[in-house]
């Protein structure tokens, strides 16, 4: 009798992860089809899929006509998969004279839950900052026909004591000279914008 037992035991040990594997040898194809489906960012704003967060990095980085590798864009990725809590309720402020660049930044980060204004001159931006309480500033340096227009801003908010912090996004900068003293960061690369806010609203978070 025990021996009998001891064989039914061993047969039910065995019998499940049998069925387990038919089961995924027998309906492979639709759970491959599921897995990008459950990849997926949840926030209070909705749900952001990470294939639509690729398609958007993607579009930025033509936009800006750069190169990122992929272990590049990864990163990014996974830290958008683990910000949804810090990024929520965000607010951003950006400085361009041609907003349609940054059409799908813009998204990107609003689909995450964060609210994104947009100012076409230094003059816009200093109304809306006297306004609105901004978490972070993105801007470029080059607008209508103004070489250094993103450094005079950052030299306005520095007179005007706002310490709201600073990105410049742009390929417009020789970086050889350093980085602008009251910029927090430059960059022409799109999922390098993404870091940058992260650890900004990090920061405001922990503040």
């Known amino acids: 009798m025990e021996t009998a037992n001891l064989i039914l035991n061993y ?32 926030t209070p704003a909705g749900s952001v899929e990470f294939t639509e967060a690729r398609v958007l990095l993607d579009q930025a980085t033509a936009a800006a006509n750069v190169t990122v590798r992929a272990s590049t864009r990864r990163g990014a990725l996974r830290r958008l ?7 929520e309720g ?3 402020l950006w400085v361009d ?27 816009e931006a200093l109304m809306d900052l006297r306004r609105h309480s901004y978490d972070i500033i993105l801007s470029d340096i080059g607008r209508a026909g103004d070489p250094q227009a993103g450094i005079t801003l950052l030299d306005e908010l520095e007179q005007l004591g706002i310490d709201t912090p600073a990105v410049l996004f742009t390929a417009w900068f020789d970086d050889t000279t350093g980085s602008p ?27």
Not at 11 to 28: D, K, S, T
């Open 11 to 42: 047969i039910r040990a065995l019998v499940w992860p049998a069925v387990v594997l038919f089961v995924v040898w027998r309906y492979q194809s639709h759970i491959g089809s599921l897995i990008p489906r459950i990849k997926s960012l949840s």
């Open 90 to 92: 965000g607010k951003i």
């Open 181 to 207: 003293r009251r910029a927090f960061a430059v960059t022409e690369v799109p999922d390098e914008v993404v870091h940058y806010v992260i650890d900004l609203m990090e920061r405001a978070r922990l503040s």
């Open 81 to 87: 998969e683990h910000a949804a809590e810090v990024l």
């Open 97 to 123: 004279d041609h907003p349609e660049q940054n059409t799908a930044l813009i998204e990107l980060f609003r689909t995450t839950g964060m609210e994104v204004d947009t100012a076409l001159s230094t003059d």
